[in-house]
Nanobody, 126 residues
Framework: QVQLVESGGGLVQAGGSLRLSCAAS????????MGWFRQAPGKEREFVAA????????RYAASVEGRFTISRDNAKNTVYLQMNSLKPEDTAVYYC???????????????????WGQGTQVTASS
């Protein structure tokens, strides 16, 4: 069983920055593909960013490319999402997810992830 705990959400003005963290339990964290997803009220959960087990490969949604950066520290069992130039449309609950089955594919599809955190609210005010 893998437990994921997100932190770092909050309220910022548009143009501001936040860094989300996701701490994972489990001895095999370094083999997981990790992802960030978000869900705004009345909308479906959508892909934000994902990173390979080694950190050598990343993928981003077009809407956040160039503004958000995903990274990981396998020694700390933690994945991060640095969010810069936040926009009101970035407002959502952000979820961390782990794909526990070893894969070299950095998936953008929620159903391919096995474990999810409880989510952290990010609000960018205009």
């Amino acid at each position: 069983q893998v437990q994921l705990v997100e932190s770092g959400g909050g309220l910022v003005q548009a143009g501001g920055s936040l860094r989300l963290s996701c701490a994972a339990s489990g001895r095999t964290f370094s083999s997981y593909v990790m992802g960030w997803f978000r869900q705004a009220p009345g909308k479906e959960r959508e892909f934000v960013a994902a990173i390979s087990w080694s950190g050598g490969s990343t993928r981003y949604a077009a809407s956040v490319e160039g503004r958000f950066t995903i990274s990981r520290d396998n020694a700390k069992n933690t994945v991060y999402l640095q969010m810069n130039s936040l926009k009101p449309e970035d407002t959502a609950v952000y979820y961390c997810a782990a794909r526990a089955t070893f894969s070299v594919v950095v998936s953008t599809t929620p159903r391919t992830y096995d474990y999810w955190g409880q989510g952290t609210q990010v609000t960018a005010s205009s």
